[in-house]
C-alpha cells in the first residue's frame, strides 16, 4: 500500500525556518516523483517543488526560489523540503504526493496528475 506522512508543520514566526518530511512507504522513491504542494486559507493549491530521485532533477515555484531546499534521502525514502525567510504568505497545508517516474524523458512532474498524496501538515507564520 502507497502511504506519504507528512510531518515538521507548526507554529513559526516571520523571518523563521522550517523543515518538512515526507515519509514514503509502498515504493522506492526512484522510480517516483515526489511534489510538495501547499494551500493557504482561501487559495488554490500550489506546486512548491519538486523532485526526481530517478535522475536528480528538482524545481522550485517562483513563490519559494531562493528560500527553499528539497532533498530526497533515499534510504530512508523521505524527501525534505526547508523554507527560510518565512512570511504570512507561507501559511498553508502542506502535502507532499507522488506519481511514477517517466523513464527516459526530461518533462516537469508539475505539469501531469499526481496519483498519491499526503493528509498535509499544517504550517503556520505569525508576526
Known amino acids: 500500500e502507497v502511504q506519504l506522512v507528512e510531518s515538521g508543520g507548526g507554529l513559526v514566526q516571520v523571518g523563521g525556518s522550517l523543515r518538512l518530511s515526507c515519509v514514503a512507504s509502498g515504493f522506492t522513491l526512484e522510480d517516483y516523483d515526489i511534489g510538495w504542494f501547499r494551500q493557504g486559507p482561501g487559495k488554490e493549491r500550489e506546486g512548491v517543488s519538486w523532485?526526481?530521485?530517478?535522475?536528480?532533477?528538482?524545481d522550485y515555484a517562483n513563490s519559494v526560489k531562493g528560500r527553499a531546499t528539497i532533498s530526497s534521502d533515499d534510504g530512508a525514502n523521505t524527501v525534505y523540503l526547508e523554507l527560510a525567510s518565512l512570511t504570512p504568505e507561507d501559511t498553508a497545508v502542506y502535502y507532499c504526493?507522488?506519481?511514477?517516474?517517466?523513464?527516459?524523458?526530461?518533462?516537469?512532474?508539475?505539469?501531469?496528475?499526481?496519483?498519491?498524496w499526503g493528509r498535509g501538515t499544517q504550517v503556520t507564520v505569525s508576526s
Open positions: 504526493a507522488a506519481r511514477e517516474h517517466f523513464w527516459g524523458y526530461t518533462y516537469n512532474p508539475f505539469k501531469y496528475e499526481f496519483d498519491y
Open positions: 523532485i526526481s530521485s530517478a535522475d536528480g532533477r528538482l
